[in-house]
């Protein structure tokens, strides 16, 4: 049982609570509305906001390299124009995947 020292044996035990009704579960009840006290810092608001540009911006750049794939795109390579859509929207999201950390 978790929290328990018993490693071996018998035993006959009576459940008085489970879950949240528990010790365990007052702990966690408590780290819970303890986290929801905090605010974020200056530097963690920042860094959010930063994040979110940086999305915007590497959406805006694999959005621009699938646009300027458009003429390549029924190119003799591909057997028609929308495998190459497919190709190069491919390229763009593994762009945008290995951009965003």
Do not use: H
Not at 6 to 30: D, H, P, R, W, Y
Not at 49 to 64: D, P, R, S, W, Y
């Amino acid at each position: 049982f978790a929290g328990t020292m018993v490693t071996a044996g018998n035993a006959l035990a009576v459940v008085t609570s489970t879950g949240m009704s528990t010790q365990f579960g007052k702990i966690q009840q408590g780290v819970t509305d303890a986290q929801q006290d905090l605010q974020k810092t200056p530097l963690a608001m920042r860094i959010d906001e930063f994040g979110n540009q940086l999305t915007v911006i590497i959406g805006i750049i694999c959005v621009a390299v699938w646009l300027v794939s458009i003429p390549k795109m029924g190119g003799s390579s591909f057997a028609n124009k929308f495998d190459g859509a497919v190709y190069y929207a491919k390229v763009a999201v593994a762009l945008g995947v290995a951009a965003i950390p």
